[in-house]
């Protein structure tokens, strides 16, 4: 093959998606344990499955349904946004996942050349959307260095100070990469800043179940707001491929140019998918907060695994399923860590550099049952041991 002159410019200079990259890594490290990918290890719910088993002969389910999602569908998750999450005035699109929401909402709402505005740690698929539309110019702020929470005055001085202004700011909440929760006061004063200054603001609220220690998600609502949530993490329906965008109802011409989105990219999520999820919305959030809860384990074994870094290098877990670690002094090459993590000791975690935070591991306490994850775990710690006595040995 010759040079990359005939390739757009924009799939070239997009970063390669970390998760291939540890995909990769982990096909070349032998019988290597996964606290990596983002995923739960729970399948949905039984008695939807079940359902859905006897719907593979319907007609319908062949065929292409309403672009913005089935009925029933969008009638149960109006209802779902308006007593759970206080979102009376928000509109539903039904998405193949939550990234696929995010890739919509960045083709409707900014042109190539806007800037935009992120958090460090971001979630490294986000930063790819806007790299891959021809977004270039994003601006990362910092996070709090205790809390990892966004940092509010620098975003105030930012929308103040950039011309043009930025068009679109963006957070995760409970947090990706983290595993922070941002406390409503702090979302609702980056939900203003956003309005007086003219700009979108995009919430991912993909964890919003995943909430510890009696903390309680919210969510904020505006016609310059954009919510988007997911059934994938939830009712473990990740290779279903359901997620959804609550938009302003009362915002001339969004629903027109997100159709337009839509229907150039999946057309519509999958049939049976949208069946699923509205079975699976049935069974309720309380089948959810249960399976949610017996991940506070998982949480305490992988804490306990990342002690050998010592006091104060581990941060968030409030929420999600992630955990932030802050490696030794000079391991700023996060990548050869996870390398020999994978090679040495049998354990697969991800970068922090893919999340613009180099020297940093985010570490998933999603993906594996109690035992498994206790096993994961030691072989997690006994890396990090080694790693703090001898280094990269």
Known sequence: ???????????????????????????????????????????????????????VWEPSISRYGADEGIPPLKEALVRKLRHENNLHKSSVMVTAGANQAFVNLVLTLCDAGDSVVMFAPYYFNAYMSFQMTGVTKILVGPGNPETLHPDADWLERILLETKPKPKLVTVVNPGNPSGTYIPEPLLKRIADLCKNAGAWLVVDNTYEYFMYDGLKHSSVEGNHIVNIFSFSKAYGMMGWRIGYIAYPSEVEGFADHLLKVQDNIPICASIISQHLALYSL????????????????????????????????????????????????????????????????????????????????????????????????????????????????
């Open 282 to 393: 049935e069974v309720g959030p309380e089948w959810v907060r249960e399976r949610v809860q017996s991940l506070v384990k998982n949480r305490e074994i992988v804490l306990e695994a990342l002690s050998p870094l010592g006091e104060g290098s581990v941060k968030g877990g409030e929420g999600a399923i992630y955990l932030w670690a802050k490696l030794p002094e000079g391991h700023d090459d996060d990548f050869k860590v996870v390398h020999w993590l994978a090679h040495k000791h049998g354990i697969a975690v991800i970068p922090g550099s893919a999340c613009g935070c180099p020297g940093k591991l985010r570490i998933s306490f999603g993906g594996l049952p109690e035992d498994d994850c206790r096993a994961a775990a030691d072989r997690l710690k006994k890396g990090l041991q080694e790693l703090v006595r001898d280094g990269l040995v």
């Open 1 to 55: 093959m010759g040079s990359y002159g005939h390739l757009a410019r924009r799939a070239v200079e997009t970063e390669m998606p970390i998760m291939v990259k540890m995909q990769e890594l982990l096909r070349g490290a032998k019988d290597a344990v996964s606290l990596a990918q983002g995923v739960v290890h729970w399948q949905p719910p039984k008695q939807a499955l079940d359902k859905v088993k006897e719907l």
